[in-house]
């Protein structure tokens, strides 16, 4: 069984903070990748990598660094939270011969006051 | 216009109804069409995927992809309240591209 796991559920930071958010994945995927999710704009990609110290911007990377040292492991920085940057994030990973199926974190709910 | 549009809902049918959930696209170049559900306050996974034309059927869901209208449906027959969920459509053109998601539809099945 896939396992994609989110280092928090809930995490509250204040403005002008550095947030790290972790993601691990122990199926050996190649595919990584971060996302945001917010009422009315659905989810929206912020970088993914497709192998290890690799990276490629999504819709939405600013504000917004990663990380993927190891394959199983893709870290999400915010390096000076600000408040519209609240919101549900969620991490993904696939297998490269697999694209269409990623597999979901359970998601961790940023709040930034 | 965006690549894939989905209606937001929310939808909400009787237990036992057919539900009908639909997406738009633009880009002729995807090959993939995919339906993820999402339950609240989990992440969504996915339910099934259609390579290029026709349809696909498991159990009470039925997929199904229209190329020529740019079309993609999913069906559900004899709903049940926990068919409720969000469900997103997504779809993926060739080479080493990411998925690209809709907005999602919001279900609800009144038992």
């Known amino acids: 069984d896939v396992k994609v796991t989110q280092s928090s559920r809930y995490l509250v930071k204040r403005t002008g903070e550095k947030v790290f958010l972790e993601c691990v994945q122990d199926?050996?995927?190649?595919?990584m990748f971060w996302y945001r999710q917010d009422p009315g704009l659905g989810l929206r990609l912020i970088y993914f990598?497709?192998?290890?110290?690799?990276?490629e911007k999504g819709d939405i990377p600013e504000g917004y660094s990663v990380s993927r040292e190891k394959k199983e492991r893709f870290s999400l920085i915010l390096e000076s939270a600000s408040t519209n940057q609240t919101s549900m994030y969620l991490c993904?990973?696939?297998?490269?011969?697999?694209?269409?199926?990623?597999?979901f974190g359970p998601g961790t709910r940023l709040t930034v006051t | 216009q965006k690549e894939v549009e989905q209606d937001p809902g929310p939808l909400s049918v009787p237990e036992g109804a057919i539900v009908s959930l639909n997406c738009t696209y633009s880009?002729?170049?995807?090959?993939?069409f995919m339906w993820y559900r999402q339950y609240s306050r989990k992440g969504p996974e996915l339910l099934m995927y259609?390579?290029?034309?026709g349809n696909k059927e498991d159990g009470r869901f039925t997929a199904q992809v229209d190329k020529s209208s740019k079309y993609i449906s999913l069906f559900i027959r004899d709903s049940q309240p926990s068919d409720s969920a969000t469900y997103l459509c997504?779809?993926?053109?060739?080479?080493?591209?990411?998925?690209?998601f809709g907005k999602g539809t919001r279900l609800s099945v009144i038992a």
């Open positions: 993904a990973s696939s297998r490269q011969a697999s694209r269409y199926e990623q597999y």
């Open positions: 199926m050996d995927h190649e595919n």
């Open positions: 259609t390579y290029s034309s």
């Open positions: 990598s497709y192998d290890v110290k690799m990276k």
């Open positions: 997504a779809m993926i053109r060739g080479g080493n591209t990411p998925l690209v």
């Open positions: 880009n002729s170049a995807f090959q993939y």
